[in-house]
């Protein structure tokens, strides 16, 4: 009689090992989405598309661009972004990000509501930020400059809209031996390049509604 006993003992201890490796592995896959769920909200702003975006008033014209012959391009929409924030606080966040960027800037004018400074290129900055494809003589530019305009306006619910507007202005020579048009200034319309780097800057700070 004690021996059926003593055989069935040892059984009891193997099935126990065999079964806990293949539970636990599975409780753990199934907490750890809650408890990454619950660590990401409220850690950053939301960006949504703008609910308006009128055109930018112009601040003021530079000197060389009052004396250019050619005709200024149709001023395109400003790129626009509206983003839980205060207003003072995204003009800052994106001042840092310029100098961050490096880039050669001048003519600082900063309020509360907006910023306005130019931003000079060379030959290489000129053809990425400006479209020189345009024009109705060849030219052959050497820099170029571009005023911005960085407009933010408070909205409902702790939102606020940032609105980006460019105007380029290239400086070069025609090398149309019989259609060259006196000067060295250029108006050139934007590719976009410029706006968007400034907007992803702003992406990366503030987390986008899904």
Not at 89 to 95: A, P, S, Y
Not at 156 to 169: K, L, P, S
Request: glycine letters at 6%.
């Amino acid at each position: 009689m004690t021996r059926p006993s003593a055989l069935r003992l040892p059984v009891l201890p193997v099935l126990f090992l065999f079964v806990t490796p293949v539970v636990l592995p599975v409780r753990s896959l199934c907490q750890a989405p809650a408890a990454q769920a619950g660590s990401s909200p409220g850690t950053t702003a939301n960006t949504r598309a703008c609910s308006a975006n009128p055109i930018l008033a112009p601040s003021g014209k530079s000197k060389s661009a009052k004396k250019s012959k050619y005709p200024l391009p149709p001023e395109p929409l400003p790129a626009c972004l509206e983003m839980k924030g205060e207003p003072i606080e995204i003009q800052e966040f994106l001042q840092t990000a310029v100098r961050e960027l490096q880039w050669r800037i001048g003519e600082n004018h900063a309020s509360e509501d907006s910023w306005n400074f130019v931003r000079y290129l060379n030959e290489e900055e000129l053809a990425k930020y400006g479209d020189t494809k345009v024009l109705i003589e060849p030219v052959e530019f050497t820099s170029g400059k571009a005023a911005i305009t960085i407009r933010t306006t408070e909205l409902a619910e702790g939102y606020a809209r940032v609105q980006i507007a460019t105007n380029f202005q290239g400086e070069g020579k025609s090398t149309d031996k019989v259609w060259a048009q006196p000067g060295n200034s250029w108006p050139l319309r934007s590719t976009g390049v410029l706006e968007q780097e400034l907007i992803s800057a702003l992406q990366k700070r503030y987390k986008p509604t899904e």
